[in-house]
């Protein structure tokens, strides 16, 4: 199953909250690039972690 994430949407990695608030760069393939405030540029395999999307901000 594809994820719905798309590039501007602001997320959270649930196992890494020290992360912080990251915003979805690009989604190509299942590979997620996401901009994270304390971690910086990561690319997320969609098929290891499910990001949770973050409304509040």
Avoid: C
């Avoid at 649930?14 to 304390?38: C, M, Y």
């Amino acid at each position: 199953m594809r994820s719905m994430l798309e590039p501007g949407m602001m997320v959270r990695h649930p196992a890494r909250p020290d992360w912080g608030l990251g915003q979805v760069q690009s989604n190509i393939g299942g590979k997620i690039t996401v901009n994270f405030e304390h971690a910086g540029k990561v690319v997320i395999d969609e098929k290891h972690v499910h990001l949770t999307t973050d409304y509040g901000h």
